[in-house]
Each structure stands twice: as C-alpha cells, then as structure tokens.
C-alpha cells in the first residue's frame, strides 16, 4: 500500500516537475548512489522540489541541482540520507492520513486506495511544506553507516557551517582513507542525467 500510495503521488508531483530525468548512459551511476545510500530507489526531477523528498514506498526524489550544481557525489548522498532519516523519525503513512482526514483514511482502509482529490491535496501540501529537521545523532550515524562523508553535505546545507558545524566536527569518515563514492566517470554521467 505504501509503494502504491508513493507511485500515485510521484505522478502528481511529475505534473509540476516533470517526467524524471533518465539519460541511459546515467542510468547505472544512478543505480550505484542508490545502492551506496540505501536507497530503495532514486529519481532526479528537474524542479517542483527544493532539494530532495523522500516519498512512501522508499522512492528517494532529488532535485536535479544536487547532482549538477556540486563538484562531488557526496552532497546528493547526504540529501539522500537525510529524507531516509526524516523518514525513520516520523512516520510518512501517518503524517499523511492525518492530512487527508478520517473520511479519505476509510477509503484507504475498504478500498485499498485514497480518492484522487485527497492525493492531489496531499501532493501539493508535501511540495509547499516545511519538513522537520534532521536529527543530527541519526544522521551522523547514517554517514557513518554508509561510509560516506557528511562535511560536503553539511557545507551545501550551510557554507559558513555555522548551523552544521556539527556535522562537520563530527564527521564519521574525515580524515580517513576510503573509496570514492562514484568513480570519476560515472559522477560525470550522472550530472548529465538530465541533458539540456
């Protein structure tokens, strides 16, 4: 049901960003950012979110300025580690039956589906909304996790690090030695994922 709830609000949100980006040569970076994060999958969008979202069902949506705006694959894996964090402190089937309201949770309850008109709504609230932030001890331990560095993400969040310092101080993997998150080349394809 979540899978199901989370593909019929990535077709709403498609109206507003479009389809997602999916450049062929990109398609396997993609498949390995996901595979590094944890992600059950990932889908880049030109616009209609302001960094990244993480959708019921486990869809992980990033915004295309992720992967092209910045110099390492290390930011995007951050966003993307963040919305699963976000997603493990609160409860995204939850939050979103209380939004639609008793009457549409009944629907979902005998039907097995929410009517359009409340998925409609709930798409627009999740695009114009503020999330939560971040709890900090999850994340690092996410980083950590994953090997995978949270200084790069922290400085996208805050280039002064003041708010995220932190993430920078605590940094489970600064210093250390270790494999980059994407070769060279596939970074370079997958900041191409969208084309022009």
């Known amino acids: 049901t979540r899978a199901k709830i989370g593909d019929a609000l990535l077709t709403r949100i498609e109206r507003v960003a479009g389809k997602p980006c999916l450049s062929r040569p990109a398609i396997p970076a993609l498949k390995m950012l996901a595979l590094r994060t944890n992600a059950k999958e990932l889908i880049i969008l030109r616009s209609g979110i302001t960094d990244s979202l993480y959708l019921l069902g486990g869809k992980v949506l990033v915004n295309r300025v992720l992967v092209e705006d910045f110099e390492e694959p290390d930011v995007a894996a951050g966003y993307i ?31 097995g589906s929410l009517p359009s008109a409340a998925l409609d709504d709930y798409a627009e609230a999740v695009l114009s909304k503020q999330r939560p932030d971040v709890d900090e001890t999850a994340l690092l331990a996410a980083f950590a996790a994953t090997n995978i560095r949270s ?34 080349g596939d970074w370079l394809r997958l900041q191409a994922i969208c084309g022009n």
């Open 151 to 184: 200084t790069p993400y922290a400085k996208a969040v805050d280039i002064t690090g003041e708010t995220t310092f932190g993430l920078i101080e605590a940094d489970p993997v600064s210093g250390t030695l270790t494999k980059p998150l994407l070769q060279d």
């Open 81 to 111: 580690l963040a919305e699963q964090v976000r997603s493990h402190t609160s409860d995204s089937l939850e939050a979103m039956l209380e939004h639609v309201g008793l009457r549409a949770t009944f629907t979902l309850l005998t039907t």
